[in-house]
């Protein structure tokens, strides 16, 4: 069960009215690294999950990032402001002058449509988190990316917040990624023949990467001090 809080997770506003902001901030809303995709893929990967922690961090960070995609909206609804002009829309932004009347679409920045090809799901726990991992890193990327180039003072405080929670969210799949040791894809690391080849295939051949003694992948914590919880 779900139920709305209507005040926002944390408070949003704008200078003024930018609609060319607007469009580039349509990349976290319906864009392939946005807070739809995170929500539904991490709501999505936890049907299935037995351990009940992870279970309920999946939930919780899930429900979280629709908080973000309500966030996000209402900072793109207050860039649009309130007058349709289409001929002077940037090619990202002509859908909501002609279609939505301004309202927020589930788009990305260059007016594409969301779709659920963006989620990813495997059914196995340590594949479904290190994706995880990957996405709140690829977001954090974008939000710094329209950190650079929006030059509104409110707007970027929003900005800082969100890519800040994407920080959070990474650290705790981290902590989660770490508990699986010797669980499902993670089993019988390292120990056949071919797991621990490495082919240097460059040359002239630079590196000192090789395979001689695999370990599956664990992760210390990006951040040393402990998560607070509200």
Not at 86 to 91: D, E, Q, V, Y
Not at 138 to 154: G, M, P, S
């Amino acid at each position: 069960m779900f139920k709305h809080e209507k005040q926002l997770l944390h408070e949003v506003g704008v200078e003024k009215p930018n609609p060319n902001y607007a469009a580039m901030l349509q990349e976290q809303l319906g864009g392939p690294h946005g807070e739809l995709k995170a929500a539904l893929q991490y709501l999505s990967q936890s049907f299935r999950i037995k351990d009940m922690e992870i279970k309920d961090l999946f939930l919780d960070i899930a429900s979280e990032e629709l908080g973000h995609m309500e966030m996000v909206a209402q900072t793109v609804n207050l860039l649009n402001g309130h007058t349709l002009d289409a001929n002077n829309a940037t090619i990202g932004n002509i859908q909501a002058h002609v279609s939505t009347g301004l309202t927020p679409a589930l788009t990305n920045a260059s007016g594409q449509l969301w779709t659920a090809a963006y989620v990813n799901e495997t059914g196995d726990l340590a594949a479904d988190i290190l994706s995880n991992i990957a996405a709140e890193q690829r977001a954090k990327v974008v939000y710094e990316y329209l950190h650079r180039q929006i030059n509104d003072k409110k707007v970027r405080e929003t900005i800082d917040f969100l890519l800040n929670r994407e920080e959070a969210h990474n650290t705790m799949f981290r902590e989660a990624f770490n508990k699986l040791q010797d669980t499902g894809s993670l089993r019988d690391w390292g120990i056949t023949k071919d797991s621990k080849l490495y082919f240097n295939l460059s040359t002239p051949g630079n590196n000192s990467f090789n395979a001689n003694n695999p370990k599956a992948p664990s992760f210390n914590n990006p951040n040393p001090q402990e998560l607070v919880h509200h």
